[in-house]
C-alpha cells in the first residue's frame, strides 16, 4: 500500500514563494518517477513538473518553467516542489503523484490527498 503525503502549501502573496514536499512510503521510492499536478474547482488535474528515478531529468509545464524546481531525496523517499516567483493563476491544490518505472499504461500508480497552495493579489 503506497502512501504519499503532502505538506508545504498555504496562503503567500504574489511574488513569494513555497515549498512543497511528498512523503512516500509503502513503496521503493527510487524505483518509481514522481510527479505534481494541479487542480482547480471544475477542471480537471494539470501536470506541472515530473521527475526520473534517479533526480537527473526532469520537466516542467511552460507556466511554470523557471519559477519552479522539482527534486527528490532518495534516501528521505521524498519529492518537493519549490515554488517561486508564485502568481494568483498558481493558487490550486497541489497533489502528488507515483508512477512506477515498469509502468505498462503510463498512468500514475498513486496519488496523494493533496495540498493548497493560495496566492493573493
Known amino acids: 500500500q503506497v502512501q504519499l503525503v503532502e505538506s508545504g502549501g498555504g496562503l503567500v502573496q504574489a511574488g513569494g514563494s513555497l515549498r512543497l514536499s511528498c512523503a512516500a512510503s509503502g513503496l521503493t521510492f527510487r524505483l518509481y518517477n514522481m510527479g505534481w499536478f494541479r487542480q482547480t474547482p471544475g477542471k480537471e488535474r494539470w501536470s506541472v513538473a515530473a521527475?526520473?528515478?534517479?533526480?537527473?531529468?526532469?520537466s516542467y509545464v511552460d507556466a511554470v518553467k523557471g519559477r519552479f524546481t522539482i527534486s527528490r531525496d532518495n534516501v528521505k523517499n521524498t519529492v518537493y516542489l519549490q515554488m517561486n516567483s508564485l502568481k494568483p493563476e498558481d493558487t490550486a491544490v497541489y497533489y502528488c503523484?507515483?508512477?512506477?518505472?515498469?509502468?505498462?499504461?503510463?498512468?500514475?500508480?498513486?496519488w496523494g490527498q493533496g495540498t493548497r497552495v493560495t496566492v493573493s493579489s
Open positions: 521527475i526520473n528515478w534517479s533526480g537527473d531529468n526532469t
Open positions: 503523484a507515483a508512477r512506477s518505472t515498469f509502468s505498462r499504461t503510463g498512468d500514475y500508480d498513486a
